[in-house]
């Protein structure tokens, strides 16, 4: 694993099932903790994908806006399909990173994209499902090692 220190903010996502399986993932790769902003994910209902309980030991954490709640030092980085984003595959993650990706069944906001220093995707032949999108980011990550880059 590397070291570095990474967080994971959700805007507006749909189902349980997937803030499951993002929770899954981010016990996998290490992540610090999860931020979800919306009010269609209801936290109440159990987490059937995340199979190893990984909300009890990384806080999943409401939130108005991820904005407000970029951890000291974090370099925000949007997860969109965009002309200007970079592909991953070529990409060297920051240091300290808080990866945003948007809702299962849209895009980040404009004022998302404009908040994150950076915006990066995943060159597919269709949009992945958004536990699998943080599933390949966290992996790339975690499969570069310490190589980070300094993003000043």
Same mark, same amino acid.
């Given at each position: 694993? #590397?070291?570095?220190?990474s967080?994971?903010?959700?805007? !507006?996502?749909?189902t349980p099932?997937n803030?499951?399986?993002?929770? /899954?993932? &981010? ?5 610090? #903790? ?5 009010? /269609?994910?209801?936290?109440?209902? @159990?987490f059937?994908?995340?199979?190893? !309980?990984?909300?009890r030991?990384?806080?999943? $954490? ?7 709640? *970029? ?13 200007? +984003? ?7 993650h920051?240091?300290? &990173?808080?990866? $945003? ?9 404009k ?8 915006? $990066?995707?995943v060159?597919? @032949?269709?949009?992945?499902n958004?536990?699998? +999108?943080? !599933?390949? $980011? *966290? ?10 880059? !300094?993003?000043?």
């Amino acid at each position: 694993m #590397s070291k570095g220190y990474s967080c994971v903010g959700l805007f !507006n996502p749909k189902t349980p099932e997937n803030v499951g399986s993002v929770m /899954r993932a &981010a016990g996998c790769y290490g992540v610090n #903790s999860v931020y979800y902003t919306g009010t /269609r994910y209801d936290l109440a209902k @159990q987490f059937c994908t995340d199979t190893k !309980n990984v909300h009890r030991d990384i806080p999943l $954490i409401g939130v108005e806006d991820l904005k407000a709640v *970029l951890p000291h030092g974090c370099v925000p980085v949007a997860v969109e399909l965009t002309d200007d +984003a970079k592909p991953l595959p070529d990409y060297k993650h920051p240091p300290r &990173a808080f990866y $945003i990706f948007g809702p299962e069944d849209g895009s980040l906001k404009k004022e998302i994209t404009e908040f994150c220093r950076e915006t $990066i995707y995943v060159p597919t @032949q269709g949009c992945m499902n958004l536990a699998a +999108a943080v !599933n390949v $980011i *966290l992996y790339d990550r975690m499969a570069k090692g310490e190589n980070f880059s !300094n993003h000043k």
